[in-house]
């Protein structure tokens, strides 16, 4: 039989998590069927409300669930790393809590990932987004990210997916503390294969991923995968440089010899004022952008850990270093 670990990243999902216990339900039996037992690690990104209760029940009255709770949100991405770490499967499967990622289509992931593919990953058809905008605004990110990213990254992939044992451990190892992790799968390479799927509505609550976090996401992203940005703040940089020069020469043309239709050389006050508005805003957003890779390797040069686990429920084992963790009975 082998093992599959199915994480469930959680935050504030009280009256999602018995729906998908119950929407669950059926698929592991039929998991059972292709000769797959399986683990869930549910964790909790320091839930406010009953998350942590139901969860502590959850794995209590079910040991295929672990319940991993942790000091305080460290980020959906972060949240994740410790779901690979934790994994003792021969393969991952990433799951939405809110159930906007139908359960029902892992018996046909893990059928493709039985065939010999490493990387599983759903393509969207329909998104189901609350807003036009968040739909429009994520059409544009994955246009402009095929463009820049250095990694071939299939547009409208989700982190819905499954994942073979040696991709786990090859993602594992990538301990970068700006992650994308969508992103390091797909720069891990290995066999890979897509499939398509309609996201549905999110059954109750709200997503916490609105337009500025979402956005946050994408320039995170753009920055993890790509060096195109400090390429074209140089390219640009080129272009003002020589039309600076050509200004400057023609400047020093007409006040010699200036046109017959000009009594006097133009003074070049506003061109001046304009020119100098529009270096300073150059500056300042080149400054923006050089800073973003700066503070990356700043963030990445404390080697702080990813995330840090509060308490635990059937967990057991070492983290990715190798070392024991903590005792995580539960505090019951």
Request: some cysteine.
């Given at each position: 039989m082998s093992l599959l670990s199915i994480v469930v990243p959680a935050y504030n999902e009280e009256r999602n998590l018995p729906l998908l216990q119950q929407r669950l339900n059926p698929?592991?039996?039929?998991?059972?069927?292709?000769?797959?037992?399986?683990?869930?690690?549910?964790?909790?990104?320091?839930s406010s409300d009953r998350t942590r209760e139901i969860g502590l029940e959850m794995a209590k009255a079910d040991p295929r669930w672990k319940y991993i709770r942790?000091?305080?949100n460290f980020g959906y991405h972060n949240s994740l790393a410790c779901g690979y770490d934790l994994a003792k499967g021969d393969a991952l499967i990433v799951l939405a809590s809110d159930l906007q990622e139908p359960p029902e289509q892992i018996p046909n992931m893990?059928?493709?990932?039985?065939?010999?593919?490493?990387?599983?990953?759903?393509?969207?058809?329909?998104?189901n987004?609350?807003?036009?905008?968040?739909?429009?605004?994520a059409k544009i990110f994955y246009n402009l990210f095929s463009y820049l990213s250095d990694t071939d990254i299939p547009r409208h992939a989700t982190d819905f997916r499954i994942i073979s044992r040696r991709v786990i451990d090859a993602v594992k190892n990538m301990r970068e503390s700006d992650r994308y992790l969508r992103g390091l799968v797909h720069w891990a390479g290995f066999k890979q294969k897509s499939f398509l799927y309609n996201r549905d509505p999110r059954k109750h609550g709200e997503s916490t991923a609105g337009i500025w976090v979402s956005t946050k996401w994408a320039l995170n992203a753009t920055f993890c995968f790509s060096n195109k940005p400090l390429r074209a703040i140089a390219i640009f940089g080129l272009f003002v440089l020589l039309f600076s020069i050509l200004l400057s020469l023609y400047f020093l043309y007409i006040y010699f010899f200036p046109p017959q239709f000009m009594h006097i050389a133009p003074t070049g006050t506003t061109v001046i004022v304009m020119l100098l508005l529009f270096g300073i805003g150059l500056h300042a957003v080149s400054l923006g952008i050089i800073g973003e890779y700066v503070g990356r390797i700043y963030n990445q040069s404390k080697l702080r850990p990813l995330y840090i686990i509060d308490e635990a429920k059937n967990v057991h084992g070492y983290d990715v270093q190798g070392r024991p963790l903590p005792d995580l009975t539960s505090k019951e």
């Open positions: 698929v592991l039996d039929q998991l059972k069927s292709l000769g797959v037992d399986v683990e869930i690690l549910l964790l909790d990104n320091c942790y000091s305080r893990v059928r493709m990932w039985q065939e010999g593919y490493d990387v599983v990953y759903g393509i969207l058809q329909v998104r987004d609350s807003t036009w905008l968040k739909t429009l605004g």
